[in-house]
């Protein structure tokens, strides 16, 4: 039973995080894909690149729903508490690699902080917050989204945050760290812009 319910909020999860709102939001706004410039991905960002400001805040509002809805449902319903982070790592994975939008999606973070805020909201500022710093101080997103990966779960661990949102960070973490290792050494004009293009934001 516990089997079955694993695999039913592990579907659900993939389902939820694969629904590319960037790619779909985009693409009734201005006809183009949001993946043909920019990171290539399907981001808040590259919406905002393409379609404006607030449609890259409509779709940052949908990447937080997506991952919030699931890992609440498993939290709230599943027969067991490893289920919980089972549902998390699913969204992200579905959000990198959706089956909607032949397996090209986004990075994950704003969906990653929904998973986070369905079981905490302490950790979910938290997370930010480190997201912010090692940005500010790297100046490379990518390579501070890889450490802020890494790094959430081992401060939540350190705040004494150990229970399901430890787990639940420790899962979302490692799928976010993996995922902008692409981007490792990807050229940012202004922290997360490119440098060689110069993007008008519409």
Sequence with gaps: MIIFSALGFALL???????????????????????????GHA???NTIRRAGFGPGVAVLLLDLAKGFLPTYLALKYSPATFI???????V???????????????MGLASAGGCLLAVSLLAFLTAAAIL???TLAIRHSARASVFTGIAVAPVLWLMSQRGIEFWVAVAVGLVIAYR?????NRQYRELWLDRKNRIVLK
């Design 84 to 90: 919980v982070p089972v549902t998390a790592a699913f």
């Design 132 to 134: 912010i710093v090692l």
């Design 43 to 45: 981001t808040t960002t």
């Design 92 to 106: 992200i994975i579905g959000h990198c690699w959706p089956v909607f939008a032949q397996f090209r999606g986004g």
């Design 180 to 184: 902008f290792l692409i981007d490792w």
């Design 13 to 39: 999860g993939y389902i939820s995080g694969a629904l590319p709102f960037a790619v779909w939001v985009t693409r009734l706004i201005t006809g183009a894909d949001v993946r043909d410039s920019g990171s």
